[in-house]
């Protein structure tokens, strides 16, 4: 029997004569009521009770827990694609104001012009600020840290990239694709303007600005002008500056180095480049290709003057030059005029410098390699020269 006291304001009427013993009783009877079963249920059933309010209480706050990671991640998720959304509009916002302002980005000191701002950095650091980047191993310096790279890799280290379906090697991997894309799978490019086709992207471009455009690049000292400043380059550093370029087997110089490589080519490693139509070798690449336009392809170069057909486009500048231009070349010695730098060059080389050429076979001499030329092919088909 379980006596529960409510709580009231009511005074209870005990014999304090009989409390001891009220009290050494009920310790009594509540030892007992703890051994009965009763209680050990009623404990079973309040411990159980309480562990079951504690799971649901963990049960629930892992519930919360989860929903908050849940609504977290939903909120970085729609961030991330609000971002992504973001860099993607103003990606094309660039690319709108690159392509259609035509080059928005100007350099503070020259005015020069460049699509993407990144450029304006290698512009100053290597025309204005002079900070070239040089190689470690032969010193050689260049205007961009990826130039000295694709030196290093190509002449330092030997870097090859070698063409899949020929096996032709080349020193830089731009070279590759540009072979590829023009050799074997047949890639043109066409000019909207007049319809000329170039195998080479940067070659269109050159054709645009120089035929089209009616872009030169002018020397500052002589006044001089050539459609790509490359040439131009070529030109200060050949005439002004008296940059020679020698060769290491015979000590021949060149102005070009160009020149230096084909002389190297044809001279000393014996390279030979054969027509696949009638079987003449050259030994520079580009006359191959002179030969095959003129002789089985029939390509004319037409003025647009006179209207005069020339085979070789050289000829046709060279008219151009003399007969339209009215250019003249001086010699220095004795000023003496020539239509034709060739003529010029030749004109001081006897004339001032006593070079003739002469035959091994005969020993006779001429000023001109030309005629010596004419002359050995005439003793060749047995008639006199």
Known sequence: MEIVFESEDVKLNFDLLTIPKIGHDFQNHLQKVKDSDSYKTQNIIKSETNEEVEQEI??????????????????????????????????????????????????????????????????????????????????????????????????????????????????????????????????????????????????????????????????????????QIGNLKIHIEAVHNGVKHACDTCGKRFTQK?????????????????????????????????????????????????????????YLKKHIDSMHNGTKHTCDVCGKKFSFKCNLQTHIKSMHNGVTHSCDNRGKTFTKKNSLKIHIDSMQNGKTF
């Open 58 to 227: 963990v049960s629930d706050a892992a519930e919360q827990l989860n929903l908050n990671l849940d609504n977290e991640l939903v909120e970085q998720s729609k961030k991330r694609r609000i971002s992504k959304k973001f860099d993607h509009r103003h990606k094309i916002q660039t690319q709108i104001g690159t392509v259609h302002s035509g080059g928005i980005h100007a350099c503070e000191t020259c005015g020069k012009t460049f699509k993407y701002k990144s450029n304006i950095k290698t512009h100053v650091d290597s025309v204005h600020k002079k900070n070239p980047c040089i190689c470690d191993n032969c010193g050689k310096s260049f205007t961009q840290k990826s130039s000295l790279k694709t030196h290093v890799d190509s002449v330092h280290n030997g870097t090859k990239h070698v063409c899949s379906t020929c096996e032709k090697t080349f020193t830089h991997k731009s070279y590759l694709k540009i072979h590829i894309d023009t050799v074997h799978n047949g890639t043109k490019h066409a000019c909207d303007i007049c319809g000329m086709t170039l195998t080479q992207k940067s070659s269109l471009k050159t054709h645009i600005r120089s035929v089209h455009d009616r872009i030169n690049h002018s020397c500052n000292k002589c006044g001089k002008s050539f459609t």
């Open 258 to 314: 160009g020149h230096l490589k084909t002389h190297i080519d044809s001279v000393h490693n014996g390279s030979k480049h054969t027509c696949s139509t009638c079987g003449k070798e050259f030994k520079q690449k580009y006359i191959l290709k002179t030969h095959m336009d003129a002789v089985h392809n029939g390509v004319k170069h037409a003025c647009d003057i006179c209207g005069k057909k020339f085979s070789f486009k050289c």
